[in-house]
T-cell receptor
Framework: EAGVAQSPRYKIIEKRQSVAFWCNPI?????LYWYQQILGQGPKLLIQ????????DSQLPKDRFSAERLKGVDSTLKIQPAKLEDSAVYLC??????????FGPGTRLTVL | RKEVEQDPGPFNVPEGATVAFNCTYS??????FFWYRQDCRKEPKLLMS???SGNEDGRFTAQLNRASQYISLLIRDSKLSDSATYLC????????????FGTGTQLKVEL
């Protein structure tokens, strides 16, 4: 069974630029999550979707971050404009409703 | 106070040693508990769930003390391949499967 796919794997941008990350969850997983993991910290949930609806976006900095999952399958996370403190690994995870979350390999973002 | 607190380590232990990690959580509404393992520059993966009665999976034993809001992970006969960061994770009651992660404890097993 294919795992969670993410792209790109690495991205380097300058502050104030925009960036987008893509995630394709495991087939049949209704719930999709985006996490931010800053170096030396555990992952922090940014947003959770169930199908194409948002379940929790309480920790998403909505002034600069946006995410969508229009058809209830793959998802994009965008940052516009990026700040230095956005440098982190962005992890996508998916699960069946209420079940174990499986993580993708992540996108490592460096903001210069 | 952080929702989930762990000693970041690193714990440097010789191969074959027994090592224990501790974790405390602040929200008494926490319902489910897990240990995840994260290898360097890799994604987190579920190591084991933690049950009130305690549970064991091979060389790994997890325990939960709800009264003290304390979780532990014991690794016996540690192997070089156990070197990783161990993340303590909690899920709240009615939290929609939202996981809250600790900062992780780094383990290095040496020859």
């Amino acid at each position: 069974e294919a795992g969670v796919a993410q792209s790109p794997r690495y991205k380097i941008i300058e502050k104030r630029q925009s960036v987008a990350f893509w995630c394709n969850p495991i087939s049949g997983h209704a719930t999709l999550y985006w996490y931010q993991q800053i170096l030396g910290q555990g992952p922090k949930l940014l947003i959770q979707f169930q199908n194409n609806g948002v379940v929790d976006d309480s920790q998403l900095p909505k002034d600069r971050f946006s995410a969508e999952r229009l058809k209830g399958v793959d998802s994009t996370l965008k940052i516009q404009p990026a700040k230095l403190e956005d440098s982190a690994v962005y992890l996508c995870a998916s699960s069946k409703v209420g079940n174990e979350q499986f993580f993708g390999p992540g996108t490592r973002l460096t903001v210069l | 106070r952080k929702e989930v607190e762990q000693d970041p380590g690193p714990f440097n232990v010789p191969e074959g040693a027994t090592v224990a990690f501790n974790c405390t959580y602040s929200n008494s509404a926490s319902q489910s508990f897990f240990w995840y393992r994260q290898d360097c520059r890799k994604e987190p993966k579920l190591l084991m769930s933690v049950y009130s009665s305690g549970n064991e999976d091979g060389r790994f034993t997890a325990q939960l003390n709800r009264a003290s809001q304390y979780i532990s992970l014991l690794i016996r006969d540690s192997k070089l391949s156990d070197s990783a960061t161990y993340l303590c994770v909690v899920r709240l009651t009615g939290g929609g499967n939202k996981l809250t992660f600790g900062t992780g404890t780094q383990l290095k097993v040496e020859l």
